[in-house]
Nanobody, 120 residues
Framework: QVRLVESGGGLVQPGGSLSLSCAAS????????MGWYRQAPGKQRELVAD???????KYADSVKGRFTISRDNAKNTVYLQMNSLKPEDTAVYYC??????????????WGQGTQVTVSS
């Protein structure tokens, strides 16, 4: 019922930048929150950043000062600007949205994931 399309992953050298985007579509009444999670090989999936419709933002301590999350409510799109990238940022990045559907209460939906690799 909800489709999330992610883009912007790739290979970058340490100190470089990447920008991710995630657009939600479907029979959506409202989006309560959108965010980014990441999972490295053999590691638990962890929160990177999220933002509510009202603009409340949370960041993981490891990315504070380097990553910026933003949202365009009119486009149902969330962005993640990643600067000063480090090798430890290497992971699959997943978009997540908490939505209320037109036909029901909704819930959490996940994107397909996009690979971010930081390596020299």
């Amino acid at each position: 019922q909800v489709r999330l399309v992610e883009s912007g992953g790739g290979l970058v050298q340490p100190g470089g930048s990447l920008s991710l985007s995630c657009a939600a579509s479907g029979m959506i009444f409202s989006i309560r929150a959108m965010g980014w999670y990441r999972q490295a090989p053999g590691k638990q999936r962890e929160l990177v950043a999220d933002i509510t419709r009202g603009g409340e933002i949370k960041y993981a301590d490891s990315v504070k000062g380097r990553f910026t999350i933003s949202r365009d409510n009119a486009k149902n799109t969330v962005y993640l600007q990643m600067n000063s990238l480090k090798p430890e940022d290497t992971a699959v990045y997943y978009c997540k949205t908490d939505v209320q559907l037109l036909a029901g209460p909704g819930g959490d939906y996940w994107g397909q994931g996009t690979q971010v690799t930081v390596s020299s």
